[in-house]
């Protein structure tokens, strides 16, 4: 069975802090390993994506995210939160014939 | 710009009312995609329509529907809405169904069971 989890609910974190949301994954294979925001009454906007090749993905809106195959995770990172980082995070990965969303992950940016 | 266009933002019916959710694209993707998200919850996939093919997924309630007249268009007709059918209902697309596919998203409706 194939299986995202996001451990964290709810973080918050300083304007100017650096952030990271934690992602792991069950599945048999490799996946493809999306992370998606989603912004107070919009959808859910692609900030990047894994396949294969260089483990650290570069974003938008100065995102990265690092896969770890021995730990199954994909964490996001951002050195530097602004205020309109606000929102809500969903990792997701494509496995056999879906993509799976986790639960989310809801940011609160603080002056 | 090109986009993923959902109608009405804020949808209330009736509980056992039909109701119908409309979504419209610019993109020209072949698939479109229904999920239902709920409070705190994970985007669930209802179903979704390769080109004119439909796919449902093994755990969606007979209750929900879904129709494509053409490549722009999809729609989600709930037959008997009930208490626990509110939700946030999101479509999306993509070029292809591959699930190494990215999603394209619109704003979603919110429907509120009366």
């Known amino acids: 069975a194939q299986s995202v989890t996001q451990p964290d609910i709810h973080i918050t974190v300083s304007e100017g802090a650096s952030l990271e949301l934690r992602c792991n994954y069950s599945?048999?294979?490799?996946?493809?390993l999306f992370w998606y925001v989603q912004s107070p009454g919009q959808g859910l906007q692609l900030l990047l994506k894994y396949f294969s090749g260089d483990t650290l993905v570069q974003g938008i809106k100065g995102f990265e995210a690092e896969f770890k195959r021995s730990q199954s995770s994909f964490n996001l990172r951002k050195p530097s939160v602004h205020w309109s980082d606000a929102a809500e995070y969903f990792c997701?990965?494509?496995?056999?014939?879906?993509?799976?969303f986790g639960t989310g992950t809801k940011l609160q940016v603080i002056p | 710009d090109a986009m993923v266009i959902q109608n009405p933002r804020y949808q209330v019916t009736q509980f056992g009312k039909p109701v119908t959710l409309s979504c419209s694209q610019t993109?020209?993707?072949?698939?479109m995609y229904w999920y239902q998200q709920k409070s705190s919850q994970a985007p669930k996939l209802l179903f979704h329509?390769?080109?004119?093919?439909?796919?449902n997924e093994a755990d969606t309630p007979d209750n929900f529907q879904s129709r494509r007249p053409n490549t722009s268009f999809c729609f989600l007709d709930i037959r008997s809405p009930g208490l626990g059918d509110a939700a946030m209902y999101l479509c999306?697309?993509?070029?292809?169904?591959?699930?190494?596919?990215?999603?394209?998203f619109g704003s979603g409706t919110q429907l509120s069971v009366l």
């Open positions: 329509y390769y080109d004119k093919d439909f796919n």
């Open positions: 997701a990965f494509g496995g056999y014939q879906k993509v799976t």
């Open positions: 999306a697309t993509s070029r292809q169904t591959g699930t190494n596919e990215k999603l394209f």
């Open positions: 993109l020209n993707h072949n698939v």
């Open positions: 599945y048999g294979a490799t996946p493809y």
